[in-house]
């Protein structure tokens, strides 16, 4: 046959809609998606025919309603979904960094179906404020005097910035003048902001007189950023947050730090190295301290800026702090994080992010076990193995820092580690695993242990 021919053989949208397995689709899925999805695959279809072989064509004619349902349910499919984290790294930047637990998305489905006092004061009957539903909190447990809360972290230095320092000069150590990915550089972000970028010191070392020399009536501020995404060591030095402190109370300029990863607890009690707390930063002086919300923290995407009243109302006041308010599912979900730091076990339990990281390896060892023999009494078909593994946070949180664990290690029977892996993240609920040394390592930290019976059950059927 010629191309024109079997482009006349193509079945019409109108036929195929009165199909009965596709009636059935537009039942479920309603008529508009489904028609939308028949016209899709009939243009691939009509795109195979001008281009393809002529076996490939035939194969296509063939089984083109066999396979239509499966692929309208596909189309029908929201392309942002659920998936499982197997890759061990807790906050996964391109997996939706922090989860929420429970009690964190209670708070959010109380104030989402219906209406809130999300800017109603219900006391006096008159117009509130939001984030004053989260500051708050968020003062009680870092030890402040005031808070606001924005959209991100990226928001909340660039908000900062303008705020206090637009045409004015801000001191910044040649040290911490980082890139967090996604094109935020510390330079450009001041550019954007109005401020401009006093560097000082070099790379390597910074001293407090550096800062010192560098100021002049032109100077709006001193920042100080955590490089929280890589480590410099050797021969270093760097100024303390108490001497910042010291010389910008002398000279009436704010200290502001970006500290990243907002920690608010010890982690050395996970056997981690110890990370500046929020809290520390406060107490040693610093002005203002802006930090994610999730990362570390374990809440939702959010920027937090902790510190003086006067300079937090003088963002608040500011314009750019309508572009980057958050919304109401963020600052409930935020009241409710902050809420359990109040009690640092509540806290270890009920956030995910924290409960993950205080996973011994005794239990990984467990939870990998258990899916290693559930998977061999389903027939999974694969060599399996529980294997000691090393993970990392993530998210530009704890460089160099390494997490011990346990995972199952896959060796796929009649395909390539490749080819499964591919399969995997076709699954309907997609699962994201690591390849290394020819095996698929599903990490342990990062399923959570009541979703192993169910992992095991949709991987066993999926690959049956
Ligand atoms: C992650 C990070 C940011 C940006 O935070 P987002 O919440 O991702 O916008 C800014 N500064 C530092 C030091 C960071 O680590």
Redesign the pocket.
């Known amino acids: 046959m010629n191309r024109n021919d079997y482009l006349k053989n193509i079945p019409k949208v109108d036929r195929i809609l009165k199909e009965h397995s596709i009636q059935a689709l537009c039942d479920a899925f309603g008529r508009g998606l489904v028609t939308e999805a028949v016209r899709y695959e009939l243009a691939n279809l009509r795109s195979l025919i001008c281009a393809g072989k002529e076996e490939e064509i035939d194969r296509a004619l063939r089984d083109f309603m066999i396979e239509l349902p499966e692929k309208i349910r596909e189309f029908s499919a929201f392309s942002l979904r659920k998936v499982v984290n197997a890759t061990g790294i807790i906050l996964h930047t391109n997996l939706g960094r922090a989860p929420l637990g429970k009690v964190q998305m209670d708070a959010v489905m109380q104030v989402m179906a219906g209406y809130s006092n999300l800017e109603y004061d219900l006391s006096t009957g008159t117009r509130g404020k939001r984030t004053e539903h989260c500051s708050s909190w968020i003062t009680r447990v870092v030890g402040c005097e005031h808070a606001a809360v924005v959209n991100?972290?990226?928001?909340a230095?660039t908000l900062m910035l303008s705020a206090l320092s637009k045409d004015k000069e801000v001191i910044v150590s040649r040290g911490e003048l980082?890139e967090?990915g996604g094109k935020?550089r510390i330079p450009d972000v001041m550019k954007q902001s109005g401020a401009c970028l006093r560097e000082v010191g070099t790379t390597n070392r910074t001293r407090i007189s550096d800062y010192e020399k560098a100021i002049t009536e032109n100077t709006g501020a001193i920042m100080k950023?955590?490089t929280?995404?890589y480590k410099i060591m050797g021969f270093t030095e760097e100024a303390s947050v108490e001497e910042l402190a010291e010389l910008g109370a002398r000279y009436h300029l704010p200290v502001i730090v970006?500290?990243?990863?907002g920690v608010l607890i010890n982690l050395e009690k996970f056997g981690l190295t110890h990370e500046p707390t929020v809290q520390e930063m406060l107490k040693k002086g610093a002005d203002l301290v802006c930090f994610?919300?999730?990362?570390l923290l374990g809440g939702p995407?959010a920027?937090i800026i902790a510190g003086k009243r006067k300079y937090i109302e003088k963002m608040e006041n500011h314009p750019l702090m309508r572009t980057f308010r958050p919304d109401k599912c963020t600052i409930a979900a935020l009241a409710a994080t902050f809420r359990e730091y109040l009690e640092e076990d509540r806290a270890i339990k009920n956030i995910p992010v924290l409960s993950m990281l205080s996973r011994s390896p005794y239990e990984l060892k467990e939870q990998a076990e258990t899916l290693s023999s559930l998977l061999q009494h389903g027939n999974f078909p694969a060599c399996l193995s529980v294997e000691e593994s090393i993970t990392r946070m993530g998210g530009?949180s704890l460089p160099g820092e390494e997490l011990p664990g346990y995972a199952v290690t896959i060796s796929p029977i009649s395909m390539s580690c490749e080819k499964m892996a591919a399969k995997m993240r076709k699954m309907p609920t997609p699962v994201v695993a690591h390849i290394k040394d020819n095996l698929i390592w599903m990490e342990m930290r990062t399923i959570p242990e009541n979703e192993v019976a169910q992992l095991s059950q949709d991987l066993i059927r999926f690959f049956a």
């Open positions: 991100n972290n990226a928001a230095v980082i967090i935020f950023v955590h929280s995404n970006d500290l990243g990863s994610s919300g999730d990362k995407q920027g530009g």
